[in-house]
């Protein structure tokens, strides 16, 4: 693999009128989302769940990649095509999620590092053998008294930069996600500083360790109030300063930002992607890579039963549809109308 076949995988991944389908939740995870619609989390439910996600008819014409987990990368139909071979043939880009959790990080109370750089190198051979492009590893940075503190930036920061310098030499597209929670009562401006100290960090770190900035996808949170924040902000707020804190710290040689969805409703993950691409031409491409956004309505259509299948993949591609839009500046309320 060369520089520019990276730069090629990064750049169809956030090729025009597609997003990413962020399918790697970890087992922990999975189960949450499962409970809530009282399915149990079985590997065979777990399979045959993302074979439904992958078998969606016509998929690819909203999505360009799809990140899996350690297990699914390895699962295939019922019938027995391999996932990476299912999505390979649509021509989505099957990517993997190869970092192990984020940790407390010890000595400062409340903030988490991020695990999984041991051994990582012999992984990702692997998982390029087994069809994967592109890789994913987050970084959580939690707002609150004193915190995030400069260590813990830093430290998630230099993690990162490893991981993104050995999917590289792999092969692969890393996506380095710092994920600046929602979590807490402060207001949208003290997002905006942290994110951008925390991007701001990331960029320096990746040019410390010679990671080539037009092969990797920054996947990060919009600028947001926190949850508890007596005034919640109005979408076009969000787009402007979401824009501008990007713009002060991400250098325009990278592809593409890709948003994620957690703590948004899916309608305000849509509409807020669409004003930000509304706004204009950017440095670089703004998409998504939504996990909650893309999977919530297709969870709940789905419910665990084969019988409804056809459902779950139909309210997925409509998600995927009105996301493609959104990430195109194309997006209207009225698309909503269109699937019911
Ligand atoms: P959400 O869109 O549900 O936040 O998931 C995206 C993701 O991959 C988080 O790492």
């Known amino acids: 693999m060369t520089q520019s076949e990276l730069v090629k995988t990064a750049l169809d991944l ?21 409970d809530r619609i009282n399915v149990e989390s079985t590997e065979e439910a777990r399979r045959s769940y993302r074979e439904m996600l992958f078998t969606t008819p016509n998929l690819e014409r909203h999505i360009s990649g799809v990140i899996l987990f350690d297990e699914t990368i390895r699962h295939a139909t019922a019938e027995g095509t391999p996932f990476v071979e299912v999505l390979s043939e649509k021509g989505i880009i099957p990517g993997i999620k190869v970092d192990k959790g984020a ?63 050995l999917c590289q030499e792999a092969g692969l597209v890393p996506i380095v996600e710092p994920e600046v929670l929602l979590d807490g009562d402060h207001d949208i401006s003290r997002c ?24 990797l996808l920054l996947k990060t949170n919009m600028v947001l109030p926190g949850k508890d924040h007596p005034r919640q902000a109005d979408v ?48 670089w491409q703004l998409s998504f890579s939504y996990g909650r956004a893309l999977q919530e309505t297709a969870l709940d259509a789905w419910q665990g039963d084969p019988a409804k299948m056809a459902a779950g993949q139909a309210a997925l591609y409509h998600r995927a549809k009105c996301n493609g839009a959104a990430r195109d500046g194309r997006y209207t309320r009225e698309m909503e109308a269109e699937a019911s």
């Open 103 to 165: 940790k407390a990080l010890a000595g400062f109370p409340g903030e988490k590092i991020t695990e999984g750089l041991d051994g990582l190198r012999e992984r990702l051979i692997e998982y390029y053998e087994l069809g994967a492009r592109f890789a994913k590893w987050r970084a959580v940075i939690t707002i609150g008294e004193d915190i995030p503190t400069g260590a813990c930036i830093d430290a998630n920061a230099y993690a990162l930069a490893r991981y993104a310098a």
């Open 192 to 215: 905006g500083q942290v994110s951008e100290r925390t991007w701001s960090g990331l960029f320096t770190a990746l040019h410390k360790h010679r990671v080539a900035s037009d092969g």
């Open 236 to 283: 076009e707020e969000i787009a402007e300063i979401t824009v501008n804190s990007l713009r002060n710290t991400v250098p325009p040689s990278m592809p593409g930002v890709v948003f994620l969805s957690g703590g948004m409703t899916y309608l305000e993950a849509t509409e807020r992607l669409n004003a930000m691409n509304v706004m204009g031409d950017h440095p």
């Open 14 to 34: 956030v090729s025009p009128g597609k997003g990413i389908l962020a399918a790697d939740e970890s087992l922990g995870t999975i189960k949450k989302r499962f």
